[in-house]
């Protein structure tokens, strides 16, 4: 399969400051990338479509403002948690499609997720 | 948003058994695919389908792509120690407004009977 690798893998920061998360694409390129939330014992959580060379697209609930994507080039998208406070604590997962022929046809690779934990 | 039904949504195993699980939607996909999450770690692909009907095999894990395209199962044979783990299925629509989204089931607690 396709390696997806995101970084870092943790981090604890002060409450108040802001988190840059990173997800890389090594041995594809991936024009749509998707980040996701995930609380202990549930499902993934959908947080914003992040397209290369355009701005990302937020579900419902989500604050653009607080999490900011930015999808620089077709390997490479980042999530900065601005101004983090401990409710933003949590695992967040990054993904990368990689489209196959045929329109609805793809598989998603996931990153090792990033734990964050806001003090 | 739009949900799959995930069930079981947990399991006991003991080595040797077979292990079986599946997800239903009231919406057709065009695409299934199968994920393992291990504690702290990103969900890993297992199996993906494309077509209705597809019935695919990795290792020890079978997976198949129901006929009416609103279904997946997913079983894994002889089950050992390291299958412990969450399997998520996940479905792409077959809309385009839908964009490259997947919709995820709930997951698949499967653990270790004592």
């Known amino acids: 399969g396709a390696v997806v690798s995101q970084h870092p893998s943790w981090v604890i920061c002060k409450s108040g400051t802001s988190v840059k998360i990173e997800c890389r694409s090594l041995d594809f390129q991936a024009t749509t990338m998707f980040w996701y939330r995930q609380f202990p014992k549930q499902s993934l959580m959908l947080m914003a479509t992040?397209?290369?060379?355009?701005?990302?697209?937020?579900e419902q609930g989500v604050e653009k403002d607080k999490f900011l994507i930015n999808h620089a080039s077709l390997t490479l998208s980042t999530l900065t948690v601005t101004s983090a406070h401990p409710e933003d604590s949590s695992f967040y997962i990054c993904s990368a499609y990689r489209g196959l022929a045929g329109f609805g046809t793809g598989e998603l690779f996931f990153g090792e997720g990033s734990r964050l934990t806001v003090l | 948003g739009q949900q799959l039904n995930q069930s079981p949504q947990s399991m006991f195993i003991q080595e040797g058994e077979d292990v079986s699980m599946n997800c239903t939607s009231s919406s057709i996909f065009n695409t299934w695919l199968w994920y393992k999450q291990d504690p702290g770690e990103g969900p890993v692909l297992l199996i993906a389908l494309y077509k209705a009907g597809e019935l695919t095999s990795n290792g020890r894990l079978t997976a198949q792509f129901g006929t009416t395209r609103k279904d997946s199962f997913l079983n894994i044979s002889a089950s050992i120690p390291s299958d412990v783990g969450i399997y998520f299925c996940?479905?792409?629509?077959?809309?385009?407004?839908?964009?490259?989204?997947?919709?995820f089931g709930g997951g698949t607690r499967v653990l270790v009977k004592p």
């Open positions: 996940a479905g792409q629509l077959a809309i385009k407004a839908a964009g490259n989204k997947l919709t």
């Open positions: 992040s397209n290369e060379g355009s701005k990302a697209t937020y």
